[in-house]
């Protein structure tokens, strides 16, 4: 069968599941004929390991008019058994057999105050557009947690038989620890990831100006691409006057993995995600973590962290300061840190999308027979 996998995100933070997926089913299907959609940067660096897969470019910007009429129009062309979506976005004029990732539906629940407010609701309409459509219009939706699952099914009235979920994995970086400028022999506590309103990062930075009480050294370093949420978030921990917070930036591998074996303590404060990788990469990496207990995060972690509620600065400062004073139980929770990240498999998330493909083209052929 001829399956095409949108993979225009490849690259990208988000696009990781993508690329992970490609990763293993080259490994576990030399049967089905792969046609990848790539766009024009990523064409010629992208690693093709199996005959069976090839690359078509695909220069086409996510949530815009073109992906809306080019894309649907190559797609026809292509003529694909099955096109999977990975992330939600996809052309709404395409009819053809497809399977859709659902991962999250946080862009419903919160504003960005980064971004033009009126064009910023007028996005959030066409997502629950693209949301309520992809429901409707794919065979199968695969989504990243349970939690995630039964969202989709209460905002869209999906049948639940229609969902499969498949959980990401946490990789562990093979590169050389390399220092963070600034944090070399100092005690810090960490967060990694955007900077958007539901990471929750205001009342994490209150927090930490609460542990400086008993720890006056102690430094929250806040790793992540910077852009326009991060100056708004910095304008207001500067009206605060609040101390010792530094912001990283992006950071290499190396530095990313050195922090996470350096850290005090790793800190997930978000408020709505869905798989919450961040953290299980910590935990794969030896740090402890302090977790939110909103949305996927009980489910994907378990027992591994401690839970904080998010929306209470005081209970988010007790439990971080827990693990700080407290080494013995820092050490349990690094433990149960790695082994909860090792019950996660990329390979095991590639077979079951694969299975997912072959109920969805085993239905297609049934159909003809019939």
């Known amino acids: 069968m001829k399956i095409a996998i949108d993979a225009r995100e490849s690259g990208t933070s988000t ?3 993508v690329d992970k997926l490609i990763e293993y089913l080259q490994i576990i299907d030399q049967e089905n004929q792969y046609t990848l959609l790539l766009k024009k940067h990523r064409v ?6 199996s005959p069976n897969f ?8 996510e949530f815009t008019l073109a992906e809306q009429t080019r894309l649907a129009w190559q797609l026809y ?21 497809s399977v859709i990732g659902m991962l999250d539906l946080t862009t419903l629940r919160f504003n960005n105050p980064s971004k033009n407010p009126v064009v910023f609701w007028l996005k959030q309409r066409v997502y629950w557009l693209v949301n309520y459509v992809a429901a409707r219009k794919a065979k199968q939706i695969i989504t990243i947690s349970n939690f995630v699952k039964q969202d989709v099914v209460k905002h869209f009235h999906v049948n639940p038989k229609k969902i499969t979920v498949t959980y990401n994995s946490a990789d562990f970086i093979e590169g050389k620890p390399t220092p963070v400028d600034g944090l070399l022999d100092k005690n810090f506590i960490m967060y990694v ?3 958007q309103p539901h990471k929750n990062l205001e009342r994490l930075v209150e927090a930490h100006q609460v542990l400086l009480a008993d720890h006056p050294d102690l430094i929250l370093a806040i790793v992540g691409k910077k852009d326009g949420a991060t100056e708004l978030l910095r304008s207001k921990i500067e009206d605060r006057r609040s101390k010792n917070v530094e ?4 950071v290499s591998d190396e530095q990313l993995r050195w922090m996470y074996e350096h850290t005090a303590c790793y800190v997930f404060p978000s408020l709505s995600e869905g798989f919450g990788l961040p953290g299980l990469e910590a935990m794969r990496h030896g740090a402890p973590v302090a977790s939110s207990n909103a949305t996927c995060l009980p489910e994907i972690y378990e027992d591994a962290p ?20 407290d080494k013995s139980f820092r050490d349990k929770l690094i433990v149960k840190g790695k082994k909860q990240a090792s019950k996660y498999s990329w390979q095991r998330m590639a077979e079951q999308t ?9 239905a297609k052929v049934i159909n003809k027979e019939e």
């Not at 976005?89 to 053809?96: A, D, E, I, N, T």
């Not at 912001?247 to 992006?250: C, I």
């Not at 694969?354 to 085993?362: D, G, I, T």
């Open 44 to 49: 010629g660096t992208y690693r093709i390991t």
């Open 15 to 17: 696009g990781r599941y």
């Open 354 to 362: 694969l299975a997912v493909y072959e109920k969805v083209l085993n």
């Open 306 to 325: 401690l839970y904080f509620n998010p929306l209470d600065v005081e209970d988010m400062a007790k439990k971080i300061s827990i693990i700080l004073k």
């Open 77 to 97: 062309r292509l003529k694909p058994d099955l096109v999977h979506f990975p992330l939600v976005q996809h052309p709404v004029l395409y009819f053809g057999r």
């Open 193 to 195: 990831g955007r900077h």
């Open 54 to 61: 090839q690359i078509m470019e695909s220069n086409i910007k």
């Open 247 to 250: 912001f990283t930036g992006f």
